[in-house]
């Protein structure tokens, strides 16, 4: 995977105490900045411990990145904030990592751990959502170019980007799966333009992306052409995985604040809302015993299929959590906090009122996969139901009815 | 809130594993759907021969009951996984009653009597039954008899697996419970819903039984653990029901394709399948809490039952449904599931009994 000469073997958990201390010791967080201690965690390897050597892991069991996490955090060391670096994280990397060469492996993971570089998605189109392999953004070849020119939408943190993994259609000749190519793309390249797309819930959240000329070197490109639609599934599958990392305590979801405000606010109760929450708390608790299984087999090295349908599960529970919270505040619940157009670095639901709650969460059934689609998915992969008849499945791109 | 002590374990261990997989051998032998609906149309709704295989032969009537009390000194864990493959097979046996609520009725009890009882009932040669309505919860009032110059009188409705019991454990109104001999009461059996579970009303005419201990906890231990483990029976019906639906909608054709292909269909055993997914989350973390006597056991046996209930009734709904007419023969064992289902969402407390309970254990009181 790298050249640095790899260790003997994977170090064990005991190890991995012993660098951080070392780590520690080398650079004690509260006297170190906050980017100068994230840039040696990195060197030291104790950044994705699974990772390779030199790309910020030791090539440890990826279970053992707990045991790391919960010594600096016991130190009070600076996280990555992995939220706002989430797409870096949990889709860039690991395609990168997967598809990369070695100089785009060590020019973009260091700065997109550390949190100094913000990556956003250019997948979705106005044309393609959940028919993605649809996608029509074309990238034509310009010597050592390649020059992109389209529309994408959906686009979050695209205002704060650095890099976008971006998936353009290469040869319109074939059918519709086979002639995309995958790129990173510069985000501060002219002919990118970023517009905030405002949102339901009066925020912009997402934007549109317009590509015009936009210069790629083909240095930039990831994996071999035409075989983007490939390299996307690693960038999907991690995705939907990064659920069922962390472990939530009871009530830990969207059913908190409801049930704080159920215990704080006997005023409110009535005998129909309180058969609904009873019923949600349940279906929360047995969302939440769910992930915990789920993560359960992941750390036993056995992950189940379980995962394709958490998502499922935890949108649809989501919105009928929230409906019942605006309803729960009665007179209340017809106000809503704010409707300022703003730009959020991050997506937070507790630090709003319940109707932004549950506006927000009727895109919890659209992003990251439609519930439509997921159910296609869970049917046809883990269930083994024949597919939907395909009409554009040996049809070049080019003769699809647009 | 209630306390979360250790993590529970959610998983299968491969010991557990492969004791399903010898039950599930076992039944696939044993206990075929064909079979089931004969014997239930017949004088003997029970499988003695079952029975015997699974007790004697196998053991798995003492899994609750201590090694030096003759049984193999396991846990809720096992027999759930027992229960998982019993509720796959609808297997017309009193695993449930006897070696689940009526064993750990005994364990509540201390004294000689319930010792030498229990060993009986790990040996599978002696089968119990808890004389309490199968639709009581955990925290459910009962009927009791009366204790009258050490003879106990009355009249106890809706008892599951008489037909194969030896011994009753019967509560009476001076709140101890009694050991009485099967062959000393009247068992007048009732036409059941549920054919492979059957019920009778027992009445006790001045017979005399062994006290074995204090009625009130022994109860409640033992529709604790049956209203737990219940789930996993659920869950082993719920996963029948499933996997017997998707092959035959593979296998069916109309309009030209397979009826598995329809995406209104497709969406509806995916959600199915999600709602199996989390019901096995549910029943392990259960299991799980009983085993370990957790703290948070009354929790997880509520959220358990308030959850596994509706699906395993769901399941078979729509395994009915989507057979299309042969669903609604009496020669498809779907029926068998489905009327198990529906009884199961009543035994040991319905899902808005249990969710009642959860209001007051987890804070969330009604208006």
């Known amino acids: 995977m790298t050249d640095a000469a790899p260790r003997s073997t994977a170090p064990d958990a005991t190890e991995l105490r012993r660098l951080t201390a070392e780590l520690l010791a080398a650079h004690p967080p509260l006297e170190t900045d906050r980017t100068a201690f994230l840039e040696a965690r990195f060197d030291a390897g104790l950044a994705w411990v699974h990772y390779p050597e030199g790309l910020g892991g030791l090539g440890a069991p990826r279970t053992l990145q707990a045991v790391v996490d919960a010594e600096l955090e016991a130190a009070g060391a600076p996280d990555n904030d992995p939220r706002r670096i989430g797409i870096g994280l949990g889709m860039a990397a690991p395609t990168i990592l997967g598809f990369g060469t070695r100089e785009q492996r060590e020019r973009f993971l260091r700065p997109l751990w550390v949190g100094e570089e913000v990556w956003c998605q250019l997948f979705s189109e106005p044309g393609a959502g959940s028919d993605l392999a649809a996608l029509g953004t074309r990238a034509v070849r310009e010597g050592d170019d390649w020059v992109i020119d389209g529309q994408k939408v959906w686009t979050s943190s695209a205002h704060l980007a650095r890099w976008a993994i971006l998936i353009a259609r290469t040869d319109p000749s074939v059918p519709k799966h086979r002639g995309i190519t995958y790129f990173v793309c510069d985000m501060t390249d002219p002919g990118v333009e970023v517009r905030p797309l405002r949102q339901i819930t009066g925020e912009a959240e997402f934007n549109e992306v317009f590509l015009t000329g936009v210069r790629i070197p083909d240095s930039h490109r990831l994996g071999e052409v035409g075989d983007g639609w490939r390299v996307a599934q690693t960038t999907l599958m991690n995705e939907r995985v990064s659920i069922g990392g962390m472990r939530i305590p009871r009530e830990g979801g969207m059913i908190g604040p409801v049930a704080k405000t159920w215990r704080e606010r006997p005023e409110l109760r009535t005998h129909d809302l309180h058969q609904r929450l009873l019923k949600l708390w349940v279906e929360a608790e047995v969302g939440r015993l769910t992930g915990e299984r789920l993560r359960q087999q992941l750390v036993a090295g056995q992950p189940g299929p379980e995962g394709s349908g958490l998502k499922l599960g935890f949108a649809r529970l989501n919105q009928e959590i929230s409906g019942l919270e605006v309803e729960l505040r009665g007179e209340e619940g017809l106000l809503y906090d704010d409707w300022t157009m703003r730009r959020p670095e991050l997506v937070d639901f507790t630090g709003r009122d319940a109707g932004y709650r549950y506006l927000r969460s009727k895109g919890n059934s659209i992003e990251g996969g439609t519930s439509e689609v997921l159910l296609n998915i869970v049917a046809e992969r883990v269930l083994g139901l024949p597919s939907e008849p395909r009409t554009d499945k040996d049809v070049a791109w080019k003769d699809l009815a647009r | 809130m209630t306390a979360q002590g250790t993590q529970p374990d959610l998983l299968y261990s491969e010991e557990e594993e492969a004791l399903r997989a010898a039950v599930r051998d076992l039944l696939t032998d044993h206990c075929d759907p064909g079979r089931v609906i004969a014997r239930t149309e017949s004088d003997t709704p029970h499988d003695p021969a079952l029975w015997k295989a699974l007790s004697e032969g196998m053991g798995l009537a003492g899994l609750l009951v201590p090694e030096e009390r003759g049984g193999q000194g396991a846990t809720h864990r096992e027999a759930a996984v027992v229960l998982e493959e ?50 009581t919860a955990p925290d459910g009032a009962h009927r009791t008899v009366r204790h009258e110059d050490g003879l106990l009188h009355g009249e106890l409705t809706g008892i599951a697996d008489v037909a194969a019991a030896d011994v009753l454990l019967v509560p009476a109104a001076d709140g101890g419970l009694y050991a009485v001999d099967a062959n000393a009461v009247t068992v007048t059996p009732r036409v059941s819903l549920d054919l492979t579970r059957p019920l009778a009303t027992v009445t006790v005419d001045g017979v005399r039984g062994r006290r074995l201990g204090d009625a009130g906890p022994a109860v409640r231990r033992a529709l604790t653990a049956g209203a737990g483990l219940l789930a996993s029976e659920q869950l082993g019906l719920a996963d029948w029901c499933l996997t017997e639906t998707v092959r035959h909608l593979k296998e069916r054709r109309q309009f030209n394709r397979p009826v598995g292909g329809f995406q209104a269909l497709k969406h509806r055993l995916a959600q199915l399948w999600l709602e199996v997914v989390h019901t096995r989350a549910a029943a392990r973390h259960a299991a799980d809490a009983l085993a370990a006597g957790s703290a948070d056991t009354g929790v997880a046996v509520a959220v358990a039952q308030a959850y596994a209930a509706p699906v395993a009734v769901h399941a078979a709904e729509e395994a009915v449904q989507l057979h299309g007419g042969i669903g609604m023969t009496w020669e498809h064992p779907v029926h068998l599931y489905l009327k198990r289902a529906k009884a199961d969402s009543i035994a040991y407390g319905t899902a808005g009994a249990h969710r009642e309970a959860l209001a007051r254990l987890v804070d969330l009181q009604a208006p």
């Open chain 2, 86 to 135: 019993l509720g796959r097979a609808v297997a017309p046996v009193p695993y449930l009653t006897s070696a689940v609520v009526a064993t750990e009725a005994l364990l509540a009890c201390p004294g000689e009597d319930a010792a030498a009882l229990l060993t009986e009932l790990a040996s599978g040669r002696t089968v119990g039954a808890l004389a309490v309505a199968l639709s």
